[in-house]
């Protein structure tokens, strides 16, 4: 069964500083893995998705992500934080043979000005 | 606009009543999902549907029940069984295999 690890719950960051938030997955196929953003109250975004293909994948927002089958992970970056970054981020996983995906617990984002 | 339709946002329960939450979708999806969200757990599924006149239990099925009787609709009850309903629901649907999930914007249950 795939699985998705992500490290740190909470992750804090200055204004302009560079955003990291980790992800690792376990899947016995190539799999297809996305990033989400949810804001309080709401429902989640796609931020970014990655299927086959370019290995680096670029989303909305400036975000981009980097699939790494060697290390198993899909690391999601952002050059320089802005204030309405703070959000929490969800990894997910396609779950093989069904439509379902698999998530990550999250990880807040906490951005000081 | 296309989207996903979730109702009410907030919605307060006695303990022992059953609840109907809405989910209605109008981007021509096939496949439909169910997820609870508690703070720190992530989402984890409680159902989903791939196509009309069936559906699946996910990994947290106990205490809920759904129908797909239209393409367009998903509603989840929770039942008097689940022990501890009060979350954050989010719904959600997509076309098919290894595609990403549209969702919508959620219902907050209080049991109170």
């Known amino acids: 069964a795939q699985s998705v690890t992500q490290l740190g719950s909470h992750v804090s960051v200055s204004e302009g500083a560079l955003v990291l938030l980790r992800c690792n997955y376990s899947?016995?196929?190539?799999?297809?893995l996305f990033w989400y953003v949810q804001y309080p109250n709401q429902g989640l975004q796609l931020l970014l998705k990655y299927t086959t293909g370019a290995t680096l994948v670029k989303g909305i927002n400036g975000f981009e992500a980097e699939f790494k089958k060697s290390e198993t992970s899909f690391h999601l970056t952002k050059p320089s934080a802005h204030m309405s970054d703070a959000a929490e981020y969800f990894c997910?996983?396609?779950?093989?043979?069904?439509?379902?995906?698999?998530f990550g617990k999250g990880t807040m984002l906490l951005v000081s000005p | 606009d296309g989207g996903i339709t979730q109702s009410p946002k907030y919605l307060f329960r006695k303990e022992g009543q059953n609840v109907t939450l809405s989910c209605e979708q109008n981007l021509n999806h096939d496949a439909m999902y169910w997820y609870r969200q508690d703070p720190g757990q992530g989402l984890r599924l409680i159902y989903y549907s791939q196509i009309v006149n069936d559906f699946q239990k996910g990994d947290i099925a106990e205490g809920y029940s759904v129908s797909r009787e239209k393409k367009e609709s998903f509603p989840l009850t929770v039942t008097s069984a689940q022990k501890n309903p009060t979350a954050f629901y989010l719904c959600?649907?997509?076309?098919?295999?290894?595609?990403?999930?549209?969702f919508g914007q959620g219902t907050r249950l209080t049991v109170v």
């Open positions: 899947s016995s196929v190539p799999p297809y």
């Open positions: 997910a996983v396609s779950n093989t043979g069904y439509s379902t995906l698999t």
């Open positions: 959600a649907s997509s076309t098919g295999r290894n595609t990403e999930a549209f």
